[in-house]
DNA sequence: TTTATTTATTGCAATATTACGATGATTAAA
DNA sequence: TTTAATCATCGTAATATTGCAATAAATAAA
């Protein structure tokens, strides 16, 4: 039905899912390279830096502002973006819980 | 439309969303942690442990042997899946390379 | 062989995502 | 005030994802 069933979920899974989601299209990995190296942020170069229409590059930073991963500050007509450091912080520590498990070298069955 | 244009994006980009895009659900994530509670492999326990039909865990248990995560061996009339140590470290790499960065402290702009 | 058990596959309905053109809103510049 | 520039939003088309019932496939048990 294209629709999640969440509420079967633990709230710590659902948090783990909801983060790696928005990592989970190129684009959006590569605005967030892009505000990394570019210290100063930055607005409509991304349209330029990755090859998407305005409305797009502006879609997906939509989905990267409601996590809080990101920050926009008007700056006459345009807008700077940049990385939240508290969030980002945040965002590791729920990912790095759930991937630093040592799988077991005993075989399959 | 509803299709991402990989071609514009690097293979590591890419890469990292696909590892990415795999843990943006709940069903896979909670999957993985199964699988590394019950040291021994489990099968169709996991239509049990988690609340969805088993064609819909079936579903989920092929995407992440599609990127090699986990795999399945098949005993008698069931299926015994676990984690792949190696295709998990490695994923781990791809993802902890993207993540682990220190946001700048500086201001927005 | 027949029946049960277990998992994969197929087909489908409902919803979500991706992408973009058109347009609106806001502000700077002329 | 008018025009240009920049970004957000709306509307829409195309495709993807999620979930399940029905069914097929494979093997164990009777």
């Known amino acids: 039905m294209g ?49 998407l229409a305005q409305p797009t590059i502006s879609q997906h930073l939509r989905e990267l502002k409601q996590l809080g991963l990101i920050r926009g500050t008007i700056e006459g007509t345009r807008v700077c973006y940049c990385i939240d450091p508290e969030k980002w912080t945040a965002m590791k520590a729920v990912l790095y819980d759930f991937l630093d498990r040592e799988a077991p070298g005993t075989e399959c069955c």
């Open 3 to 51: 629709i999640t069933k969440s509420e079967i979920f633990t709230d710590r899974q659902n948090r783990i899912a909801m983060f790696a989601k928005v990592f989970g299209h190129p684009a959006r990995v590569a605005i967030l390279e892009h505000l990394f190296k570019i210290q100063t942020c930055v607005c409509g170069d991304l349209v330029e830096e990755i090859g």
